[in-house]
């Protein structure tokens, strides 16, 4: 499953020798969110890149706003009776969020207005208020 995410860079980590074959560098995200009722709230997402992808996080700078393509994996680890469920964001893409907007192309937007049914038969359509200046 792949997901994508915009946020500051808050922090990038050293990259990390796990074993011979596997190596990964973390780096955080912070996430900010308005409410509908104008409250603003902070998340701070950490996600990890691994083996040749750790160099890829060097050209940012924190405080930079960036796109992040990740997925999702999940981990069973259990020890001495133990169970424990592990969950990281493996990035896949990273780049600026600004060059990112740059190379969409613009096109039509899609409508995902609800269908209106049809007025049941014998009654007219409800009347909706137009509050078009034109």
């Known amino acids: 499953m792949a997901l994508e995410v915009t946020g500051r860079l808050h ?7 796990i074993k011979e074959n596997f190596s990964k560098r973390e780096f955080v995200l912070e996430l900010t ?7 603003v709230f902070t998340n701070y997402a950490s996600f990890q890149l691994v ?5 890829v996080i060097d050209k ?6 960036l796109r992040v393509n990740f997925n999702i994996r999940g981990n069973r680890w259990e020890r001495d009776g133990q169970v424990r469920y592990i969950t990281n964001l493996n990035a896949w893409r990273v780049e600026s969020a600004d060059h990112a907007a740059a ?32």
């Open 33 to 39: 969110e308005e409410s509908p009722s104008g409250m």
């Open 103 to 134: 190379n969409q192309v613009p096109g039509p937007q899609p409508n995902y207005a609800a269908p209106q049914a049809p007025p049941a038969s014998g009654q007219s359509a409800p009347k909706q208020d137009d509050d078009l200046p034109f």
């Open 11 to 17: 922090t990038k980590f050293p990259t990390q020798q």
């Open 60 to 65: 940012f700078s924190e405080g930079e706003m």
């Open 51 to 55: 083996n040749n992808n750790c160099s």
